[in-house]
C-alpha cells in the first residue's frame, strides 16, 4: 500500500500474515494457525524512471518481525532489519527481486534469528488481468546455516470485489528445490492481495 510522504517521497507498506496449515512436519500429525507478522516499509522516490512503457520502482526502509503467531508456528521473538526492493515494468512483463536482513532483539523465544532472504521474480500480464509469474524464495538460516529455496510458478486474476476494490487472487504450487529438516517438500500459496 503507498502512501505519499510529500511530492519527492512515498512509503509503500507490505504487510505479510500468514495463515498455515502443515501435515507430516512433526510426525503423522498436522498444524495450522496463524504464523508471525512481518511489516516491512521501503521509502521510494514519487517519481520513478520511466522511458516509453518501461518503469523502475526502487525502494529501501525497515523490517520488522512481530511475534504475534500461534505456539505452533511464532519464532516469540521480535527481530528488525533493512529490506530493499527493485522493480521493472514494461508492456507485459514485470520483473526484479527483495532483499530482507532480520537479526532478533529481544523475546520469550531460545532460538536467536539471523536470517536473509531473497526473493528474485518475474510476471506477464495477459489480457483481461491475468497474470502468469515465478518466483524462488531463497532463505538463509545463519544459526543453523541452513537454505531453503522453494520455486513458485503461479497463476493469477484482478477481480473487482464488490465491483469497486482491485483484487489480485492467485494460486501458486511450491517445490522446495533445497530444504531443511522442517520444510516440506511441496506445498500451494494462495494469495488474496487488495490493489491500491
Given amino acids: 500500500m503507498p502512501v505519499n510522504l510529500g511530492k519527492d517521497w512515498k512509503v509503500i507498506i507490505r504487510t505479510i500474515i500468514p495463515l498455515i496449515q502443515q501435515n507430516d512436519i512433526y510426525g503423522d500429525t498436522s498444524q495450522k494457525g496463524v504464523g508471525d507478522i512481518e511489516q516491512s516499509f521501503f521509502f521510494a522516490p514519487q517519481s520513478s524512471s520511466a522511458q516509453g512503457a518501461n518503469k523502475l520502482i526502487w525502494g529501501v526502509g525497515p523490517i520488522v518481525n512481530i511475534p504475534l503467531g500461534n505456539d505452533d508456528f511464532s519464532s516469540k521473538k521480535w527481530a528488525f532489519g533493512p529490506a530493499a526492493t527493485l522493480v521493472v515494468q514494461t508492456e507485459n512483463w514485470t520483473f526484479g527481486g527483495l532483499a530482507e536482513q532480520l537479526w532478533s532483539t529481544g523475546g520469550e523465544g531460545d ?26 524464495e531463497l ?21 473487482k470485489l464488490g465491483g469497486v476494490v482491485p483484487l489480485s487472487i ?11 529438516d522442517m520444510d516440506p517438500r511441496w506445498g500451494v500459496k494462495l494469495m488474496f492481495v487488495v490493489v491500491l
Fill in 170 to 180: 492467485g494460486i501458486s504450487p511450491r517445490y522446495y528445490l533445497k530444504r531443511t
Fill in 139 to 159: 532463505d538463509y538460516d545463519w544459526v543453523d546455516n541452513e537454505l531453503s529455496a522453494p520455486l513458485e510458478v503461479g497463476v493469477g486474476k484482478i477481480v
Fill in 111 to 136: 532460538r536467536d534469528i539471523n536470517e536473509t532472504s531473497v526473493q528474485p521474480f518475474v510476471a506477464y500480464h495477459i489480457k483481461g488481468g491475468w497474470t502468469v509469474s515465478g518466483n524462488v
